[in-house]
């Protein structure tokens, strides 16, 4: 895997808003059918970090290399160019819309004469969400009527279903049952083997060590390290997450 | 028995909105029907009403993108004025020398300029507040004060009249009327239209297995469509022109006028030019990506950016076409008073936004209907009318509006907390 061209290489990333140094030199990798966490307290910078890669901020200064190219992302509509897709920790749902209509945002079915083809997204958003979340039926409901679980299954279905290259996923089983969550991660294991590459930003140390192959630690808007799962334990990833401790007698990356 | 009628309302999948609104503005004409014994129910007057609600109306289509995307536009009366001014005296001033007087294409000179006007000065507005981030009440309220003064410096102060005779059948009169055939033939396919495009959703839908309507409900809508339409035509072909006009009209066609001799008004032009700019504002708000986005954008600005809709060009084009239908709505109005003067259009930025607000359009963005701005500027037209044709005098008229609409947003605001919208 090491001789391979990162999918995705970020390389220096900074930011700040106001003086505070949200994302403070960081770089951070990732391969082809590969899962980093990355893993923080809050307000470490992770949402930020990820947010500059799916266009939604501009760092101060920095590289993004995409399959070893540099990338110009300044804006979302950049980011969907090179196959990213976003599951933002907002959700970023228009609530007013339904679930079909969020779904195909910004990259709208239509009809051979140009208008929007409600019929077909709508079909369509049937069939994919019968595959991760088979309970839900409020097709016709505007979303702000929709459960946070229900909503969270939108965004995910949205982000999963255009053919991504590079999958960020900002804590998207936090307002999941357990369930839904098994099916979440049903599905990166199934995206994995696609050979699309996952950022997932978790809170729960467990789900990381089940589900990625690294994992990049931020705190305080510093990267403390990038480990191999496989090397560590709970407690090496939750002295780096509070104590910003790196592991002794592992290879730490970064 | 209530709950037999919510029945019945939910299986014709009616907007209990929508009915809110034909409710209250049926309440409004049998009110006043009954004050002025009848009158108010004439002919006559629904076809005074309809068209003296179109200039607003088509402005109002508009206002419902602009606020429905979280932003004002008071610009438009003086926009409206401005715009008026300049092309009454392109007609008066300008084209008799470039092209000659009465010349066939004046008209149509004088509408492209009125909407290209519209477009670009909407389009600039549209840029400051998209790309320079300057709020749209600002900017607008920048604009009502020059428009108004830049109209006053257009021609000087100086009222422009007559304008071009057939650009005044764009304001409606007894003339500018699609008259008594051609209005039936109008109604006809209009309700063909309606009919044809309600089967073709019921069949897209159930190819695609989703659950319609049943046949039954289909068929009630179907037929109040339809009715509706040939009910509107025959009320506005039973009204008869004036002796004087139709001698007028007689002698311009080559008729020979006898006594007895009875022609009805039909349809009127402006009355046209509103369906028309309905119907293309209803398929845009609705079928198209643009409409999507202006939705989107207003239910959650950050979510539409973040799904790359490029919202400051969104912008840019939602003021141009406010613009664009303010354009539209000048020629209406300046055609209907065969003058401008400088008082054009003053407050109808007002009308405007009280149509589109009592239509149902949330100032907080994210919901609005076309259809609801059309009949809240009829609402609003109806009652100022109405009170007129009470005796009631101006100033009592206004603050009657004012309660009425703070109590129309009222009473949307409490429907929306019980609907849970
Ligand atoms: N748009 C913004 N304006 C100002 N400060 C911001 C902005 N976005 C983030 N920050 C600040 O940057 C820092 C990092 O925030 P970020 O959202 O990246 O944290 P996080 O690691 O995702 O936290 P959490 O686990 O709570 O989601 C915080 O101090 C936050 O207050
Ligand atoms: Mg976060």
Redesign the pocket.
Known sequence: MDKQTPLVDMRDIHIS??G?H?VDHVSVDLYPGEVVGLL?H????????IKILSGAYQADGGEIYINGEKAEIHNPRDARKYNIETIY?TLALADNLDAASNLFLGRELVTPIGTVDDDAMEAETRKIMAKLNPNFQKFAEPVSALSGGQRQSVAIARAVYFDAKILIMDEPTAALGPHETQMVSELIQQLKTQGIGIFLIS?DIHDVMELCDRASV?KN?ELVGTVDVNDVTDDDLLGMIILGKRPEGVTVQG | MQNQAKNLINKLGLDPRLLGMIGALVAIWVVFGIFTDGRFLSPRNFFNLSVQTASVAVMATGMVFVIVTRHIDLSVGSMLGFIGMAVAALQVQVLPDLVGLGHWSVWIIAVIAAILMGAVLGAFQGWIIGYLAVPAFIVTLGGLLVYRGAMWWVTEGQTQAPLDTTFRLLGGGAEGTLGESLSWIFGIVAALAAVALMLLSRRNKANHGFAVKPAWAEGILLAIAAGGIMGFVWIMNSYPISKGAMKRMTKAQGIEYTDGMVWNHGVAIPVVILLGVAIVMTVIATRTRFGRYVYATGGNPEAAELSGINTRWLTVKIFALMGALTGIAAVIASARLNAVDVGLGTLDELRVIAAAVIGGTALAGGAGTIYGAVIGALIMQSLQSGMASVGVDAPLQNIVVGVVLVFAVWVDIVYRRRAGA
Do not use: D, E, P, R
């Open positions: 808003f106001g505070i949200a923080g809050n307000g470490a910078g992770k949402s930020t970090l920790q809170h931020m808007g």
